[in-house]
């Protein structure tokens, strides 16, 4: 629909009225979308193609089922209480989160289960979890710490709240990024941790980045095992000394069928899995060499050509505030061939086509698929959940602006 169009449907009157009655402030926009053609969004707009995120939660979801294996799913990648819902319907035992707003956004919507896997060392963001963790009480939160002095601020505050507080020992098994060494330093913190009153031992958090994204099956599965492993080996040193190692959290999207298969891994934290994105679509799947299509693509970038002065380009208002752009690769149009995307500044993206492809014109739609989707999600308020081009439902993103 075009400017005269949405105006001549009411939906321009009606946003005026309303920001009228609201005394000046404009309301939030989203619910008057509800039932429309997606064609009708105001651009750029984040949108979930329905059919496919609910057959990736399944895949997963069966996947775990089948192999044993928990599957406690990361909500940084979707910062949206009602996927995680959905992950829960489907059988998650909770899930991670990265930050403390996410944590307390994920438990206000009664999210059970919230595991923080960031390390923390401000009291104030510590005194949040302690707070957290007692409000919830029956829904265990979990917090991975990595570091002796994290152990004490945790402990102190759980102390002065009265509370006992759930902690995985977090491992580094390569990323070299946070938590504590393998074997003997995770051993030494673990007990530590054992030690302290107002700290209950759960086990261990072993996330492997330095796996996930490893190009071709059987280096990614190489690289994995050998990282995991690790894990488990520290993991076997807390059981032989009698400490809590029940859990063992770690895995990613691009290794969920590698490490539910290894022995001692209680669940996985994949996050990406309920999107994809054209950087994890590269990497090439057990059964699909060139294309990782476990998964399949449901969140895309809808974005409007604005601008056309110039032969074989035109501009679209969508840019690095509208697609991460962290990552080498681009976003992809979808249902257009042979169209090439590359940032034009904050606000623009241009676009240009092969030799003898169309070239969208003026007001033309498109919709890409992103090139990393959590900090693409990061980018938006809410996300227009969509069964073919008609919005079902508007999905708020929580806890974003800031790492409060
Ligand atoms: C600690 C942790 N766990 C799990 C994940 C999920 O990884 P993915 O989105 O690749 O499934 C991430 C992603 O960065 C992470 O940082």
Known sequence: MDRRGFLAAGLG??????AAVHGGEAPALGEEYR?????????????VDLDRFERNVRTMADHARAAGCGLRPHAKTHKCPEIARRQAAAGALGVCVATVPEAEAMAAASIRGVLLTSPIVERRKVARMVALAQKVQKSEVLLAIGHPREVELVNEAAEAAKVVVAVLVDVDVGDRRTGSLPGQ???????QIARCRNLRLRGLQAYAGLASHVPGFERRAE???QAMGRAVETRDLFAKSGLDAGILSGGSTGTYNIDS?????TELQVGSYVFMDVDYRRIGGRTNPVVYDDFQPSLTVLATVVSAAHAGRVTIDAG?????????????????QGLSYS???DEFGIVTAEKGAD????GDRLEFMVPHCDPTTNLYDRIYACRGNRVEAIWPVVARRERR
């Open 320 to 336: 690095n505030k509208a697609l991460d752009t962290t990552v080498s690769v681009r976003g992809q149009a979808v249902a257009w």
């Open 359 to 362: 070239l969208p014109r003026l």
């Open 13 to 18: 009157s009606s946003l005026v009225g309303a």
């Open 35 to 47: 039932g429309r053609d997606k064609a009708d969004l105001p651009t750029p707009a984040l949108l």
């Open 223 to 225: 690289t994995s095992r």
């Open 343 to 345: 940032p034009g500044g």
């Open 185 to 191: 330093p995770a051993l030494d913190l673990a007990r």
């Open 261 to 265: 298969a290894i022995r001692g891994v």
